[in-house]
T-cell receptor
Framework: NAGVTQTPKFQVLKTGQSMTLQCAQD?????MSWYRQDPGMGLRLIHY???????DQGEVPNGYNVSRSTTEDFPLRLLSAAPSQTSVYFC????????????FGSGTRLTVV | GQQLNQSPQSMFIQEGEDVSMNCTSS?????WLWYKQDPGEGPVLLIA???AGELTSNGRLTAQFGITRKDSFLNISASIPSDVGIYFC?????????????WGLGTSLAVNP
């Protein structure tokens, strides 16, 4: 099993550009979430989903959109990139079979210039 | 947003030494999770704890769910160079569909061979 796959691994954007960070999991997990990780601030929840068609905001949702049309995919959209969105982004999923632990992807390192 | 109090912030030890770190909260949690993050990778689940007082081991790692449900401890025995990384604790209040995690800021571990 691939687990949680994130693409791209690295990305540089200009201020104002938009892009989509992809996340896919092959474990049939119903719960998926997006985090950003910044030095000294730990992991902060951006958006999450408890199943296909259901999404909700986390701690820092502004500037990001998500959708969950399938169980497998949970893309994160940056609408108009800003330098403050320079960060490492992690997608994670959780399913009943694994208890309440999350499986994380390897991350997308985004730089906005 | 709320975060757990994780300490120490960093540790530099000699190979073979034992390591202890802990997380505390002013709120009660139903689940405690411990993760390790290697450079350039996403966090990986080490141990999950589901009951107050529970003591669980994973190889040289041992974690405990505090009896008050407001704290958790992680011990690493006989450290080796591959233990280097950042260790995160995470707490969860509710089971079922609400799986949002509250995170500590991490303990950075360096091991001198």
């Amino acid at each position: 099993n691939a687990g949680v796959t994130q693409t791209p691994k690295f990305q540089v954007l200009k201020t104002g550009q938009s892009m989509t960070l992809q996340c896919a999991q092959d474990m049939n997990h119903e719960y998926m979430s997006w985090y950003r990780q910044d030095p000294g601030m730990g992991l902060r929840l951006i958006h999450y989903s408890v199943g296909a068609g259901i999404t909700d905001q986390g701690e820092v949702p502004n500037g990001y959109n998500v959708s969950r049309s399938t169980t497998e995919d949970f893309p994160l959209r940056l609408l108009s990139a800003a330098p403050s969105q320079t960060s490492v982004y992690f997608c994670a999923s959780s399913g009943g079979g694994s208890g309440y632990g999350y499986t994380f992807g390897s991350g997308t390192r985004l730089t906005v210039v | 947003g709320q975060q757990l109090n994780q300490s120490p912030q960093s540790m530099f030890i000699q190979e073979g030494e034992d390591v202890s770190m802990n997380c505390t909260s002013s709120s009660i949690f139903n689940t405690w999770l411990w993760y390790k993050q290697d450079p350039g990778e996403g966090p990986v689940l080490l141990i999950a704890l589901y009951k107050a007082g529970e003591l669980t081991s994973n190889g040289r790692l041992t974690a405990q769910f505090g009896i008050t449900r407001k704290d958790s401890f992680l011990n690493i025995s006989a450290s080796i160079p591959s233990d280097v990384g950042i260790y995160f604790c995470a707490g969860q209040r509710n089971a079922g569909n609400n799986r949002k995690l509250i995170w500590g800021l991490g303990t950075s571990l360096a091991v001198n061979p």
